[in-house]
């Protein structure tokens, strides 16, 4: 069974679409992520849930709506999607931190979006 | 400048070989470290991570941690093909929520 899994795989679009990606965890975890790696493999923390309320908040566009539904899903939304957009999009879940060292995060398989 | 920089390779090593990985970084609060490999097209997977200073051996991989120097590696010895990867280094601070910083990446290969 997979750990963190991630809907859809491939995303191909078009310039000013809107567009989803979905992620569940069935670790048990608490805490989920969102994260988006450019062509040069950098990995940037965009946004984190603890059980549904948002904890981490990056420089994101706000055409990037995170939705958490419950503390197993962390959805992705895209208003009207532009070029610099195009990446590997990567969920992530960890147990909840509350003070100390941090806990190791578990990543879904990625979803590749190309902006057209 | 970035919070974690890697040398961003390719790194060359024979089949058999030790192969060095080195991470530095910035924030002085940064309490714990991962090492992740990453093969191409392919999720960050955990190799290791280390909240000590010192060494920690999982198997053919040791990770050491210089806090003083703020400075991270990853030894992995009798390298093997398989081993070729990215690899990447991430530091996470206290207090923080789970935020994590990740280096570039240092891409590994292994030449049988």
């Known amino acids: 069974d997979t750990a963190v899994s991630q809907t859809p795989k491939y995303l191909v679009t078009q310039m000013g679409n809107d567009k989803s990606i979905k992620c569940e965890q069935n670790?048990?975890?608490?805490?989920m992520y969102w994260y988006k790696q450019d062509s040069k493999k950098f990995l940037k923390i965009m946004f984190s849930y603890n059980n549904k309320e948002l904890i981490i908040n990056e420089t994101v566009p706000n055409r990037f709506s995170p939705k958490s539904p419950d503390k197993a899903h962390l959805n992705l939304h895209i208003n009207s999607l532009e070029l610099g957009d195009s990446a590997v999009y990567f969920c992530?879940?960890?147990?909840?931190?509350?003070?100390?060292?941090?806990?190791?995060?578990?990543f879904g398989p990625g979803t590749r979006l190309l902006v057209l | 400048q970035k919070e974690v920089e890697q040398n961003s390779g390719p790194l060359s090593v024979p089949e058999g070989a030790i192969a060095s990985l080195n991470c530095t970084y910035s924030d002085r609060v940064s309490q714990s470290f991962f090492w992740y490999r990453q093969y191409s097209g392919k999720s960050p997977e955990l190799i290791m991570s280390i909240y000590s200073n010192g060494d920690k051996e999982d198997g053919r991989f040791t990770a050491q941690l210089n806090k003083a120097s703020q400075y991270v590696s990853l030894l992995i010895r009798d390298s093997q093909p398989r081993d070729s990867a990215t690899y990447l280094c991430?530091?996470?601070?206290?207090?923080?929520?789970?935020?994590?910083?990740f280096g570039s990446g240092t891409k590994l290969n292994v030449k049988p």
């Open positions: 670790l048990g975890h608490d805490t």
């Open positions: 992530a879940s960890s147990q909840e931190v509350q003070r100390g060292p941090q806990e190791t995060q578990y």
């Open positions: 991430a530091a996470g601070g206290l207090y923080n929520f789970n935020k994590f910083y």
